[in-house]
Structures are given as C-alpha cells and as structure tokens.
C-alpha cells in the first residue's frame, strides 16, 4: 500500500514539473510575439540595413530551455516506468504500442516547437549592417510565429502527460495478465485441499454384510 502511495506521489510531483516548466515555456513564447522585431524598427543604409536587438531572443531562448527540461523530465519517467513493467498478453501489447506512439508524437511536436523557437528568435538577436540575418539581407519573423510555438508547447506537454497514463494502463495490463494464473492455482489447490478433506470424512473398514 505504501509503494502504490509512493508510486502516485512521485508520479504526481513529475506531472506537476512538466506542468510547471511547460507553463513557463508557453508564457516566454506568448511574451515574445509582442517584443519581436517588426518592419518599422528596420534601418536602411543605402542598400545595407539593419536591425536591433530585441528582448524577444532571450525570451525564446528562455523558452526552448524550459521546453526541453519539461520533455526530457516527462518522457524519461514515462520511459522508466514503461521498462519496468514486462506485459504479456495482446492488450498489454496494444498499450505499449499506443506508448511508443505517443512517445513519438511527443518529440515530433517537441522538434517542431524548437525549430520555430530557434528561428525566430535568431532573427531577434540583432542584424547588422552588411550582414543581416542571411546573405546580407535582413528578415523579419512573421506575426504568429512564436504565437504558434506557443501552441505546440502546449500540445507537446499534453502529450507528455498523456504519456504518464498510457504508462499506468500498460502496467496495468501487465499486472492482468499474471492474475489469471495466480486464480487458477488457487482454485487447483483449494480443489485438493476439498479432496483431501472429503477423503478423511469417511469412515474406514467398514464393509456390507
């Protein structure tokens, strides 16, 4: 009894980590869609221009940071849970397979998430005169960007907490599916024992005249 408190208090303190961190990384993406660079912040200089640097690079760079611990925090203990669970039968199978899916779901998203973090929030650093953001030329991020890794931070931590589920119900089956044998030799033994006592019940050498 006190392991399965355990079990729901450590996963239950991992949960609210993930929630934690991924909050953090979501309001970081939300606060750097309105610090970005915009079109009327760039200098033009002949046919060089430049633009500052803004608060929302370290904003972005804050968010993947805190993106990727929550992730790394929520999958391992999913993972370890799901090592140390040994399923045997189909249905436990079918919830591995549904953990692994998840599990990669969750990384594609993650991956995603990064990608337009990382881009836009390079294109916040600073471009200089002559030398821009690539081949000279400076860019500006599009509205919505960091407004749509938002989004995926919330759906990466969604998924990463579903994770912690599809961890329970794949131990679950597992436990299941050593039950039935444990029935069975209860029942077999409990047969025997009945057998035995109706044996020592009848009455010896008694025979018919």
């Known amino acids: 009894m006190e392991k399965g408190r355990s079990g729901l208090s450590c996963r ?7 929630v934690l961190l991924s909050v953090i990384a979501f309001s ?4 750097a869609e309105f610090r970005k660079v915009k079109e009327k912040d760039m200098k033009l200089d002949g ?17 993947i940071a805190f993106l990727f611990v929550a992730q790394l925090v929520g999958t391992t203990a999913a993972v370890t849970t799901a090592c140390a669970g040994k399923p045997r039968k189909s249905s436990a199978t079918r919830g591995r397979a549904a953990f692994v899916a998840l ?18 929030a390079s294109m916040n650093h ?7 953001w690539m081949d000279g030329d400076c860019y500006v991020g599009r509205s919505g960007v960091f407004g749509g890794a938002a989004g995926l931070v919330v759906v990466t931590a969604l998924i990463t907490l579903g994770l912690t589920f599809a961890t329970e119900s ?3 089956a597992g436990a299941m599916a050593t039950t039935p044998a444990s029935s069975s030799s209860a029942i077999c033994t409990r ?3 009945d057998a035995a006592s109706a044996d020592a019940e009848q009455p010896g050498g008694r025979s018919k005249q």
């Open 191 to 193: 047969a025997h024992l």
């Open 170 to 172: 794949t131990a679950a």
């Open 47 to 63: 046919s060089l221009c430049s633009l500052p640097k803004s608060s929302a690079f370290e904003l972005g760079v804050a968010a």
């Open 28 to 31: 970081c993406s939300l606060a």
């Open 126 to 132: 600073g471009q200089r005169y002559g030398r821009g």
């Open 103 to 120: 599990l990669v779901l969750s990384w594609l998203s993650f991956a995603v998430a990064v990608i337009l973090l990382a881009t836009a």
């Open 12 to 18: 239950a303190a991992i949960c609210g980590i993930v």
